[in-house]
T-cell receptor, first 114, second 112 residues
Framework: DTAVSQTPKYLVTQMGNDKSIKCEQN?????MYWYKQDSKKFLKIMFS???????INETVPNRFSPKSPDKAHLNLHINSLELGDSAVYFC?????????????FGPGTRLTVL | QQQVKQSPQSLIVQKGGISIINCAYE??????FPWYQQFPGKGPALLIA?????SEKKEGRFTISFNKSAKQFSLHIMDSQPGDSATYFC???????????FGKGTSLLVTP
């Protein structure tokens, strides 16, 4: 009965490869997010997405692309992986229009690029 | 640029003491201010949150104090316990559906 789940939990890959991280939420939320946590634990938004609009943080390289097959899923595709992409990636979700912005986070995916 | 500034970076408190973490923001459009707790290897978990129409919110041992004019807010953990040892993040955002802007985190250690 996990609220926000991500797969895989760990991902180790070589530079230049393409990889995907999957995220699913069973909370009935309509907005999903991807955050990146760097080695100093700083959390930074990458994307936010609802069924109407994708908002991209302008600092995110276009090698990163979110794909949402339906409201419950927001996957993250990364092309041509670089060493600097190594981080923990968190998916989160929330319900818009509630007057508060409670975001629920997944357990994270630790990506290591060799 | 960093939209939310958090201090201290690390904090050591004895069991039973009060832990205090401070945050400041610049964007007056922010109207939602949550605190998240993160344990090693886990995702951030919402601890407590406040809207700017109140100056204080208390939930159990956790209290947020909010000063709208100073654009500052703080987390107080009363009767701190070793199980509270974790990284705490303040954040700020516009209303629902917007990205959270996080502070850089405070690593709290509560000693027995």
């Amino acid at each position: 009965d996990t609220a926000v789940s991500q797969t895989p939990k760990y991902l180790v890959t070589q530079m230049g490869n393409d990889k995907s991280i999957k995220c699913e939420q069973n909370l009935g939320h309509d907005t999903m997010y991807w955050y990146k946590q760097d080695s100093k634990k700083f959390l930074k938004i990458m994307f936010s997405y609802n069924n109407k609009e994708l908002i991209i943080n302008e600092t995110v390289p276009n090698r990163f692309s979110p794909k949402s097959p339906d409201k419950a899923h927001l996957n993250l595709h990364i092309n041509s992986l670089e060493l600097g992409d190594s981080a923990v990636y968190f998916c989160a979700s929330s319900l818009a229009g509630q007057g508060v912005n409670e975001q629920f986070f997944g357990p994270g995916t630790r990506l290591t690029v060799l | 640029q960093q939209q939310v500034k958090q201090s201290p970076q690390s904090l050591i408190v004895q069991k039973g003491g009060i832990s205090i973490i401070n945050c400041a923001y610049e964007n007056t459009a922010f109207d939602y201010f949550p605190w998240y707790q993160q344990f090693p290897g886990k995702g951030p978990a919402l601890l407590i949150a406040i809207r700017p129409d109140v100056s204080e919110k208390k939930e159990g041992r956790f209290t947020i104090s909010f000063n709208k004019s100073a654009k500052q807010f703080s987390l107080h953990i009363m009767d701190s316990q070793p199980g509270d040892s974790a990284t705490y993040f303040c954040a700020a955002s516009k209303n629902s559906g917007y990205a959270l802007n996080f502070g850089k985190g405070t690593s709290l250690l509560v000693t027995p």
